[in-house]
């Protein structure tokens, strides 16, 4: 196993740990607002400072693990469930189907990659569930095209068939003989996948789209640190180094996984 | 006789070099004094000084126009017009103008164009509310003298305050192409005041120089540009780095302004930071139509669970907070009782939802628009505040349209606006957010009751000076009995300008740079 997966593995196994025990980890409640301790810098108390409203900054940064982390893999299970399944239809039943299937993937690939997300969110309404339905509606279409391409492959190769001569049917073939072998790539896709969401939803909270407030994440941390980068740098320094180390974790992650798993590339390449 | 010759020679040579030495030292002292004066201002709205339907934003207005009248403190004073006649109780206005004033194209300032102006105005429907609404006919009755027919029961003092509105400016009828057509686009906004627009590129730039007709104290810069910069942030920066001289705040107040987190900053980095408190109180606004905020007791205990003290340090105590009254000193006829009106004061105002019937399972929602940020913070604080008295809040942050769209169809419980405005608008204002008759109060009221109706009409309507004040204190006993809302904080214009900009002055709410000049540059 690379080192690069181990090591991007044990950063995004941190990552959730914090997200889930974010409560107990941080004993001061994220929201609390407390106007005697307005833009307080680093102190013991407040390790990573307090915000505008007094709020202590490390408690919404560990919440806003939990705030991200969630929209992030919700996103990608979404995905991964409407991806294999159009991509299992289309490849296996092809024809019409595939047509179909295929053209409607081509039209949600030629919209820019921001625009829908913004589009929808426009129509219903700026928030973290809007983002996560607007990002899941847009990124499905890769993991169609990457399932439909290996079932193609697959559907033709002698365990299909012999499972048809052995009389299965057409779903269990999908459910037990394809899909188990198509989702390797997928993986390292998801991997990435899960990178490029952490740094959408926080950009598009940035701008107002996602979380609302006064709930924690890492986007609109930073967008409501934008009026303080001169005097109080760190309300942008902690929520930007977590996105990096996350979106750097599951970059790793994902390079890893693809060398490991991809024969071609020679595997066991240990960085 | 040689060294006489020798003598005079000398002599000769030693007073063409004075000679030639003074000179020079003239040309060159002449030249530093004639050094174009300029100043480059960073403004966040374009002054739409070439709309096709407009007249143009605030700032130009008062750049480049006067208008007929002042409102000076609680009086009308002439400006355009030398004098006026009131009839039939003030239902009929005639203006007798001023005949030595010339537009800053060398024409002269009649009737005429005052009618040009009003029939513009009339044409797209701008002042609508605070004034072309009220006038039934304009009757121009010579080159010096206009008459204004209100339409009945629409006369009062209040309608006088809005002919020194920004929108009453008076422009000449060249302004636009075809000239004299009032419906036509804007081509060269023509008025009479100190500066006159010399280039404009629409989102871009407005340039004024002196206009050289102008009848009272010429300018003294030789240039003035305004950027139009509509980033908050893009506009401190413009300024850290030098490429523009002053930041100026929507002269209107509460919106496109210096961030007030930035402006302690901004003082630290050696910038000059001026402000001027307006006749304008950001307040929190509650559906009073409906339960449970059409009950005075809650509007009360709304009163009593806000810390004005927090919502001011949030803005790093630059603005004042609306404790003891609720507006500021430009209101007509505030009076500072030192009292608070609400103290703040949790146990009171949890006893009093809890005898309303409120608790935390109540769905109340506070609506905040979410391209202002400041908005977004001043509810979050809200919203933790009224936590505290065992209310569950839900802050709802929309984009405008749906915003709009909540309030017009009153699916809101609180919101964050404000009441009154820029010295010039501070009657017509209080009118238009407290009086259901007033055409501005339908899309944008704030509070009303009948119990406020006969002294806030008798305030804003009376050419009696002493019976106004009489019933403006009447006024702002009952609306603070009656609890519409809490006001929050009084809005203020800011100027943030460098050190060498000197004599940036504010004439009433706006700041002027009519005497600037800059030193050491």
Redesign the interface.
């Known amino acids: 196993m690379p080192k690069t997966v181990r090591i991007g593995a044990i950063i995004i196994i941190c990552l959730l740990v914090v997200a889930c025990l974010a409560p107990v980890l941080t004993p001061v409640n994220p929201?609390?607002?407390n106007?005697g301790e307005?833009l307080q810098g680093l102190s013991r108390q407040h390790p990573m400072g307090t915000d505008?409203?007094g709020r202590d900054v490390l408690s919404r940064v560990l919440y806003g693990a939990r705030t991200s982390m969630a929209a992030s893999f919700s996103v990608v299970i979404i995905c991964l469930a409407v991806g294999i399944a159009i991509g299992c239809i289309a490849g296996f039943y092809g024809g019409v189907i595939d047509e179909l299937l295929m053209r409607l993937v081509d039209i949600m690939m030629a919209f820019p990659p921001f625009i829908l997300p913004i589009a929808i969110t426009?129509i219903l309404?700026?928030s973290l569930t809007n983002i996560i339905i607007a990002l899941a509606l847009t990124s499905w279409v890769g993991y169609a095209r990457m399932v439909r391409s290996s079932v193609l492959t697959l559907k033709h190769l002698d365990f299909v068939a012999a499972a048809k001569a052995m009389g299965s049917s057409r779903s269990r073939i999908i459910r037990e003989h394809i899909v188990p072998n198509a989702v390797h790539p997928l993986v390292v896709y998801a991997a990435f996948n899960a990178s490029h969401t952490i740094l959408a939803i926080s950009g598009l909270s940035f701008i107002?789209l996602g979380a609302?407030?006064?709930t924690p994440e890492w986007g609109n941390m930073l967008?409501?640190a934008?009026?303080?980068m001169?005097?109080s740098p760190y309300l942008f320094i902690f929520p930007g180094l977590m996105i990096m180390l996350t979106v750097l974790a599951f970059n790793l992650l994902g390079d890893g996984l693809r060398d490991y798993l991809d024969p071609r590339l020679g595997t066991e390449v240990d960085l | 006789m040689k060294r006489a010759l020798t003598i005079t020679s000398i002599l000769l040579i030693s007073i063409l070099f004075i000679c030639i030495s003074v000179a020079c030292k003239k040309e060159v002292s002449s030249s530093t004094q004639s050094a174009p004066q300029e100043l480059t201002i960073a403004y966040g709205n374009d002054t739409d000084a070439n709309s096709k339907n407009g007249v143009g934003d605030m700032l130009l207005k008062i750049f480049n126009s006067d208008r007929l009248v002042e409102l000076v403190g609680d009086e009308v004073k002439p400006s355009l017009a030398e004098s006026w006649d009131l009839k039939d109780n003030g239902q009929t206005i005639v203006f007798h103008l001023r005949k030595d004033v010339k537009f800053s194209d060398g024409t002269p300032f009649t009737a005429d164009a005052v009618k040009f102006t009003y029939d513009r105005l009339k044409k797209f429907k701008l002042n609508q509310w605070t004034q072309i609404d009220r006038i039934a006919s304009i009757e121009v009755n010579g080159p010096n003298t206009i008459t204004f027919h209100i339409k009945p029961g629409q006369e009062g003092f209040i309608v006088l305050t809005a002919f020194a509105e920004y929108q009453s400016s008076i422009m000449s009828p060249n302004s636009t192409d075809p000239k004299g057509d009032p419906g036509a686009p804007l081509a060269n906004l023509t008025g009479t005041g100190p500066w006159k627009v010399a280039d404009y590129k629409k989102n871009q730039y407005t340039e004024f120089v002196p206009n050289p007709y102008y009848y009272g104290k010429k300018p003294t810069l030789d240039k003035v540009t305004v950027k139009y910069i509509p980033q908050a942030?893009a506009r401190v920066l413009a300024i850290q780095s030098g490429s523009v001289d002053a930041v100026v705040d929507y002269y209107h107040g509460g919106s496109s302004y210096t961030?007030r987190?930035?402006l302690?900053?901004l003082q630290d980095q050696g910038f000059q930071v001026l402000k001027k408190e307006l006749p304008m109180t950001v307040v929190l606004a509650c559906n009073y139509k409906k339960a449970p905020w059409n009950n005075v007791e809650v509007r009360q205990g709304l009163n009593y669970a806000v810390?004005k003290?927090?919502v001011a340090?949030?803005f790093d105590g630059w603005l004042t907070p609306a404790k003891t009254r609720m507006f500021s000193d430009l209101a007509p006829f505030i009076v500072e009782s030192g009292e608070q009106e609400y103290p703040f004061n949790l146990d009171q105002a949890a006893k009093m939802f809890k005898e309303a019937g409120l608790t935390g399972d109540t769905k109340i929602n506070l609506m905040a628009q979410?391209?202002n940020?400041d908005e977004?913070?001043l509810?979050?604080?809200i919203?933790?505040?009224l936590a505290k008295t065992g209310l569950n809040v839900q802050?709802?942050?929309?984009?405008s349209g749906?915003y709009s769209d909540r309030q017009k169809n009153g699916d809101w419980d609180l919101r964050v606006y404000y009441i009154g405005g820029p010295e010039r608008r501070k009657y017509t204002r209080i009118a238009g957010r407290f009086d259901p008759d007033s055409a501005e109060f339908g899309p944008a009221g704030y509070f009303t009751s009948p119990e406020l109706i006969p002294s806030l009409r008798k305030a804003v309507g009376s050419f009696n000076q002493e019976e106004r004040e009489e019933n403006f204190k009447v006024f702002y006993n009952k609306a603070k009995d009656l609890a519409g809302g809490v006001p929050l904080y009084y809005d203020a214009v800011f100027v943030v300008a460098k050190q060498n900009v000197k004599n940036i002055e504010y004439v009433s709410t706006e700041p002027r740079f009519d005497n600037v000049f800059i030193a050491n540059k």
């Open positions: 929201l609390a607002v106007m307005k505008q409203l426009g309404g700026p107002g609302q407030p006064p967008s409501e934008c009026s303080f001169g005097s | 942030q961030p987190n930035m302690k900053t810390n003290d927090d340090a949030l979410g391209q940020p977004v913070k509810c979050e604080l919203k933790s505040q802050l709802d942050v929309l984009e749906l």
